[in-house]
């Protein structure tokens, strides 16, 4: 009798289309290696993943919403209107509690509430109100600047300097030589990957980004997962402006411009599909950090001026799509 045949075993697959963005993050550092040895100092690499954080961590919000069919236009608007009542907060509370650490936590109290607030006033006007995320933030988007221009009277809204010594080492300090913004920025990275890969509320995101309709027949409360991606939006915003704060001191009606740029291509450059389904958050941090590369190595070479970069990056976004959706063609 001859013995039964037995599956030859698979040989491990490597899925390029995946392994995309990280490639071009490693082929982006050999560049920026070769054009300049600065670049690969710990004094700038530290300083280009400090800059990915703001964005990066907004962008991990940004990465929900998306997944689960949706968009933001809001995050830099609200950011800055975020900022603007975090400084007033402090400053009226100097009074009462000093600028201490106590002034600080109450500070950071209201930039979570506001971002709260914030992400469920998107999600219930467009899940409830069924309207179009687009149109909804950027109805919010304009809202939110205006009213930190209103609170500024048109110019800038500066936090107390007593409370700005004892805020400011939130941006500059450091734990074992690693900033805290960048300690920060894999602390949400890391429960980000763990809420969309590891429970139910993840895959109800890529099951709703995939076929809304379906996933209604399937019995997913759908305007609640849809509403909680935006609080989730609105609370990574409120960590980004948390350690955005201390950096400058201050916040205007330019505060946070082009976030929503930034945020969104990081999300689409790091694979995340622009029309939902799939995407990974450790996607979303190689694009934020490879969007801070760009303009890092940029600057160091001087090959075009610093005030391209945006032109730079909706290249990029315009690039991205057109490949998504040639690949969409291919299936």
Known sequence: MSAP??????????????????????ALFVAGALINPVFLSPTNLFNVLTRSAFIGIIAVGATFVIISGGLDLSVG??????????IIAMNSAVATFGAGVVTVLL??????LLGLFAGLLNGLIITRGKIAAFIVTLGTLGIFRSLVTYLADGGTLSLDFGVRGVYGPVYTGSLLGVPYPVLV?????????????????????????????????????????????YVLQGLCVSVATIIYVPRLGSASASTGVLWELEAIAAVIIGGTALRGGSGHVWGTVVGAVMLSTIGNVLNL???????????????????AVLLQRSRGDER
């Open 5 to 26: 045949l037995r599956a030859a075993p698979r040989a491990p697959r490597f899925d390029l289309r995946a392994l995309g963005p990280l490639i071009g993050l490693v």
């Open 77 to 86: 608007s609200m950011a800055a209107f975020i900022a603007g009542v975090m």
């Open 107 to 112: 500070g950071i109290g209201v930039s979570l």
């Open 185 to 229: 920025f894999a602390a949400v990275a890391v429960l980000g990957s763990v809420l969309l890969h590891r429970t139910r509320f993840g895959r109800y995101c890529y099951a709703i980004g995939s076929n809304e309709r379906v996933a209604r027949y399937s019995a997913i409360d759908v305007d609640r997962v849809q509403t909680l991606t």
């Open 301 to 319: 070479t001087g090959f075009i001026s610093e005030y391209l970069n945006g032109a730079v990056q909706g290249l990029i976004i315009i690039a």
